[in-house]
Every structure is written in structure tokens, then in C-alpha cells.
């Protein structure tokens, strides 16, 4: 089976992060289209192309960081997957937090994965590279 080209959203609002994660993503071939917004509440509106998102793609993965600014990764989590049109796209927690009540409520909320960010740049490469494998080689998305 051929490798798909992802659509990728980043929901993240940490510069630096989100450059490692565009890094580790556009390794592969063929690579992604990625898009990024940087809190919950803009990732609505990019989801719902509404405003300056009129023309957005419909993403084939949802990379979601928890903490953010205005909404949280738990709320847009929650607005994802309680959405009759949005709730097949696979959303991907990436994270700093190691907590048990982020893990527990990401996956009550239908999280198809809760991936904790390395701190060290091998691994974090690594660990985006393995999400991405999984969603363009395995995984079969709608």
C-alpha cells in the first residue's frame, strides 16, 4: 500500500514545539500538508471554516496539545468528538502532562491516542515520526 499524504493539524500554542513537530512531519515522504493553529478556539473555527478558515481542508489527523490559551485541548477535544461531522477525524493528544486525570479524561473523551512530548529532541522527533507512520501506513482513515 502506497503511503497517503496526511492533513495534518497542529493545535498547539508553543512556538518551538510546534516547529520540532513540523520538522519530525515533513521527513517523510510523501510529506503532509500541515496546518497549525495556535489555541482551542482558533482550531474551532479552522475545523468549522469559519473566518479567515473559509477555505480549510478538513485535516486527517488532529494533533492536540492540552494546555493552551482561551481553550483548552480538553474543550476542543470534547466539541470534536461530540461532533457528528468531525468526529471520525483520529485526534492525537501530544502533551507535556504525565498527569492521571488528563490521560483518563482525554481518552472519556475519545482520544484515539495520549502521547506525552519527550523533552529530549531524538525522542520527540521519534515519537511525532511513529504517530506519523501509524496514520499514513497503518491506520486506514475515512
Known amino acids: 500500500m502506497a503511503n497517503k499524504a496526511l492533513d495534518v493539524l497542529i493545535v498547539d500554542d508553543d512556538d518551538a514545539d510546534t516547529l520540532m513537530i513540523e520538522e519530525a512531519l515533513l521527513t517523510a515522504e510523501p510529506p503532509p500538508a500541515v496546518h497549525r493553529v495556535a489555541d482551542g478556539s482558533e482550531a474551532m473555527d479552522y475545523l468549522f471554516q ?3 478558515y473559509a477555505d480549510a481542508a478538513r485535516p486527517d489527523l488532529i494533533l492536540l496539545d ?3 490559551p ?3 485541548g480538553h474543550e476542543v477535544l ?3 468528538k461530540s461532533d457528528d461531522t468531525l468526529k471520525s477525524i483520529p485526534v492525537v493528544v501530544l502533551t507535556t502532562s504525565t498527569a492521571l486525570p488528563d490521560i ?3 481518552y472519556t473523551r475519545h482520544a484515539n491516542a495520549f502521547v506525552t ?3 529530549d529532541l531524538d ?3 521519534d515519537a511525532v515520526g511513529k504517530i506519523r507512520r501509524f496514520y499514513s ?3 486506514i482513515l475515512p
Open 137 to 139: 501506513e497503518v491506520a
Open 117 to 119: 512530548k519527550p523533552m
Open 123 to 125: 525522542g520527540f522527533e
Open 70 to 72: 482561551r481553550m483548552n
Open 104 to 106: 483518563t479524561a482525554s
Open 50 to 52: 469559519r473566518g479567515q
Open 66 to 68: 492540552l494546555n493552551m
Open 78 to 80: 470534547a466539541q470534536v
